[in-house]
Every structure is written in structure tokens, then in C-alpha cells.
């Protein structure tokens, strides 16, 4: 299907082609490219001849589509999404089941679909970016390899091969090769600016990554700096996010019902501390569903926000915020799986700028909050390169990083402190290095007892997209250590700009010199 779709597109087909294609017009994707290429090529008859054939309807498949989208239902997407590409030949569609494909099983669940992406159509290179960048996440320099070799033999996307033999060698180790092949890419004219737009920012975060482990930091800073001013695409008000807190703040939230859902858990803290290394050690529990940044609250914010105007300054708002409260749970229930789970994980480490609304609306919510030493946290945000919004736009430079981490943890201890009952604090330096202690502490917390496969959070890990930067480590288990790199960027701490840091690293018991 994919083949037929991608010659006629090219106009590649040949007469004695001809009555093979006019069989094949039932299917809606062939038929409308047959019709293209027959007028393009003055071919009236035969163009006549398959708009005669009845085509296939496609609204069965695109309902279907959308049903397992409604349902979050993965596997019933791939099939679906499948079906749909069958009949359209909508080559997007092969890009979309690479991702659900990845979700649903991993990595090496998406690889077949991705090389199909590749085979279909081997002169486009954004399916070539998909199947490279799908390895380079999952951190398989060999396989990259390999697709560099048959690029290079082929005499295909010779750019795009460059750029990745410089991620190979960055995962080898090969730190001065990589930073050649970088310079050689930045300096040269190979690419199409399409494709430049899609790699440049890895490219630079490559070169990045590979001047900080050979040692030169004030040139990886540059170079991180650089990074965070490519594509900066719309303008983002970064004070909005700030606004958005406070007016959640003052609403009037009045005294509500128990609530009920004691199985549903937050778990937060702030981006880069430690949160996806535990999310997946829980996740591996098998009474344990946990969920990775889905729109719990802004399906309540979307309410909050359309319900709340409409009503009379006098009316009784109770009911408007048990609803609030119900399309929480209702988004959990609707994407959860695992039918053995008695305990939900919510997590999502932004949500700790919430906690005062959160506290109103859900007083007794549990929470796990994981702390890092918050140096290495904001450093560490400043230097991925996260989905845009109005929030992780505050970490293109490192003052808007200390600004929302100091933002964020003030919002967080104005709802809470560190004895709260209902909120358990674990240390990723702690989680590391005391691993089984730290999980039965927090198994305890989620009134679960031990399971050894917790132990085996990073084969599970293989299983799952990377959803975050941090799945490259986590894959890697506890074998790395502690990761902690603030001090080799002593010259950023000094700043006065860092200096909001040092009052919750004292807080939190971490050295700051």
C-alpha cells in the first residue's frame, strides 16, 4: 500500500502499471492519487476509468480512530491507525504509530514501524529522523551505526548520516569525534532547512554535552546558551504562568466532602529531581499504576475556567468543584490499564506550584514530593530541552530556571512543610544510594508492602517511552550513581542571580560550597 502510494505520488508509475492501480482504486488513498497522476499526465480515460470504482468509505476507520483516542486506548489506536493508513496512505499516520508503537511496548516494539517509515519512502529524511532518533533516545550506538552504513551506501540524506555518526560516537564516548562531526554539520550547507530546523537543536545539545565531559564548562555553558535560543517559535508571557497560580489562589473554595479517592496519589517536586526514577521503580510494583504528565488539571483548569464566570456572584460554587474534583479522577480512570492496581500515581513534578489551590480542592490528597539538591536541579532543566509551554519556557536561560524553582518550592511550603503527615519526602541522592530502604519507606507511605520486582524498575523502563529526558539514565539503573554536576559550573552560583538557591538548598540540608 505504502509503496503504491508513495510512486504515484511521485509520479513513478508506468503504463504497464496502469490496470494494477485501477484494481487497486477501491482503496480511497490509491484512488485519489491515481485521479492526480492520470489528469497530470493527460490520461483521461484511465482517469475516468478509477473514478468510476467505488471507493471504500473512510469514516468507519477514522470513527474507529478516534473511539480508541477517546478511550485512551493504545493497542486499539495501533490497529485503528493501521486500518486508516491501509485505505489513505497518509504517510503521518506511520509517524503516529512509531509513537504509539513506542508507548505501547518500547523501543523495540517501534522499530519495525519506523524502518517501514524508512522503506516506504527512503528519499524523504524525516522518517530516516524518526527511526535515528528513536535509537538515539534508546541509546543503541551499534544500531545507529548500522543506519549510518546503509545511508552512506545508498547515498542517502549524507547530512543527516553525519549528524547521527556524531551521536554515535558522543554515546561511545568518543567525545573529540563528536564535536568534529559537529563542527563539520554547522559549517556546511548539506542540509534542507526543514530538515536542519528538526536536528538542529539536538545537534547543538551534542556538542553541548560532549564539550561538558571533556571538561570545558564554561564552553558547554556557551554552547547551552546558544541551544536555548534556537527556534524560540511564538513569544511566551512568561509571567502568565505566575498569574494563573494566583488566581487559582484566591478563588473561594468552600468546605467540601471527604473525599473518597484514596487510591489516587500526586506525586511532584520540580522537573530534574528524581521523579522519573521513581515514578518507574513504583510503576514496576504490580499494585501500582502510575501516570507520566497527563492533563489531570488542565482538564480541571478548563472547567474551572468556562463554568465559573456564568455563575451568580451569590450561588453556591460546592457542586461546581466536586465536578472540578471528579474530572480529575475521571481522566485517571479513563487512562488507566493495569487492573491489579490498587494504588494511582499521579505524577507530575509542576504540580507543586498548585499546592495551594490543590490543598482547597483536595485536602486530603496524598503527596510524594522527591527532593534534589537544587543546584543540580536547576542546572539540569536548563540544559534539556523540553515540550513548549508557559512554564519550561522559563528554562531557555538559568535566571528564568532559579526564578520558577524558587516560585514553585515558595508556593509548595506555603501549603505544606516537612512534617506533613500527608505528604512523604524522599531525596534522590537518598533514593540512589539507599534504594530498597528508600522504596519500602515509600511503599509503606502508599500502604503497600515490599514486591522485588521494584528491583527491576530498569528492565520495565525498556518496555515504556521516553516521555522525559531522564529515561536515558533511568534505563541505565542505579549502576550510574548519584548524578550531580553543580560545582563544575561553580561560576553560575557565584551569580547573583542563583542566589534565591542557596536559601532552599540550605533548607533541604545540601552543601553549597
Not at 106 to 117: D, E, K, T, Y
Not at 141 to 159: F, N, Q, R, Y
Not at 273 to 278: A, M, V
Not at 322 to 350: C, F, I, N, Q, S
Request: overall charge neutral; some cysteine; charged content about 25%.
Amino acid at each position: 500500500m505504502g509503496a503504491w502510494c508513495t510512486i504515484l505520488d511521485r509520479h513513478e508509475v508506468s503504463r504497464d502499471q496502469y490496470p494494477a492501480i485501477i484494481d487497486l482504486c477501491s482503496t480511497p488513498g490509491i484512488r485519489r492519487r491515481a485521479v492526480r497522476h492520470f489528469l497530470a499526465w493527460f490520461e483521461y480515460e484511465q482517469a475516468r476509468k478509477a473514478l468510476a470504482v467505488e471507493p471504500k468509505a473512510l469514516v468507519p476507520l477514522e470513527t474507529a480512530v478516534f473511539a480508541a483516542e477517546m478511550a485512551a486506548d493504545v493497542p486499539a489506536q495501533i490497529v485503528a491507525k493501521r486500518e486508516l493508513f491501509l485505505a489513505s496512505g497518509d504517510n503521518e499516520l506511520i509517524d503516529e504509530l512509531v509513537k504509539l508503537q513506542e508507548q505501547d511496548g518500547g523501543w523495540r516494539a517501534a522499530l519495525p514501524m519506523a524502518i517501514n517509515g524508512v522503506i516506504l519512502v527512503p528519499h524523504d529524511p524525516k522518517p530516516v529522523l524518526v527511526l535515528l532518533n528513536l535509537l538515539y533516545q534508546a541509546r543503541q550506538g551499534d544500531l545507529i551505526d548500522a543506519v549510518v552504513v546503509l545511508l552512506s551506501e545508498t547515498g542517502l540524506h549524507p547530512a543527516v548520516g553525519l549528524y547521527y555518526d556524531g551521536a554515535s560516537k558522543l554515546l561511545k564516548g568518543n567525545l573529540r569525534g563528536a564535536l568534529k562531526v559537529m563542527d563539520r554539520l554547522n559549517s556546511s550547507n548539506m542540509l534542507r532547512t526543514d530538515v536542519m530546523g528538526a536536528i538542529r537543536a539536538t545537534a547543538s545539545q551534542i556538542g553541548a554535552e560532549a564539550l561538558e565531559k571533556l571538561g570545558d564548562y564554561r564552553r558547554a555553558y556557551a554552547a547551552y546558551v546558544e541551544l536555548n535560543r534556537i527556534d524560540p517559535g511564538k513569544p511566551y508571557d512568561l509571567e502568565e504562568y505566575g498569574r494563573t497560580i494566583a488566581a487559582n489562589n484566591a478563588l473561594v473554595v468552600p468546605p467540601l466532602p471527604t473525599d473518597s479517592r484514596t487510591d489516587c496519589v500526586v506525586m511532584t517536586g520540580f522537573p530534574r529531581s528524581g521523579t522519573t526514577l521513581l515514578e518507574n521503580a513504583l510503576a514496576a510494583h504490580p499494585l501500582i499504576e502510575t501516570f507520566e504528565e497527563i492533563p489531570t488539571s488542565t482538564s480541571m483548569q478548563i472547567y474551572l475556567d468556562l463554568t465559573l464566570p456564568t455563575l451568580a456572584s451569590e450561588a453556591d460554587t460546592t457542586p461546581v468543584f466536586l465536578a472540578t474534583r471528579d474530572r480529575y479522577y475521571a481522566e485517571m480512570d479513563r487512562l488507566r490499564r493495569k487492573a491489579a492496581a490498587r494504588v494511582l500515581v499521579d505524577k507530575m513534578p509542576m504540580r507543586s506550584a498548585e499546592a495551594v489551590f490543590l490543598k482547597r480542592l483536595m485536602p486530603d490528597k496524598k503527596f510524594i514530593f522527591s527532593i534534589r539538591h537544587p543546584f543540580d536541579v536547576v542546572l539540569s532543566c536548563f540544559k534539556q530541552q523540553f515540550v513548549r509551554n508557559v512554564a519550561m519556557e522559563h528554562f531557555r536561560t538559568f535566571e528564568g530556571a532559579v526564578k520558577l524553582y524558587d516560585f514553585t518550592m515558595g508556593q509548595w511550603f506555603s501549603a505544606h512543610d516537612m512534617s506533613d503527615p500527608l505528604v512523604h519526602y524522599l531525596k534522590y541522592d537518598t533514593l540512589v544510594t539507599a534504594f530498597e530502604p528508600s522504596m519500602r519507606a515509600a511503599l509503606h507511605f502508599l500502604g503497600l508492602e515490599w514486591d522485588e520486582a521494584v528491583t527491576h524498575f530498569a528492565e520495565a523502563a525498556e518496555r515504556r517511552a521516553a516521555r522525559t529526558p531522564s529515561y536515558q539514565k533511568v534505563r541505565q539503573g542505579l549502576s550510574i550513581g548519584v548524578q550531580s554536576s553543580w560545582r563544575n559550573y561553580g561560576f553560575l552560583f557565584q551569580s547573583e542571580a542563583a542566589r534565591p538557591l542557596y536559601r532552599w538548598a540550605e533548607f533541604f540540608g545540601y552543601e553549597t560550597k
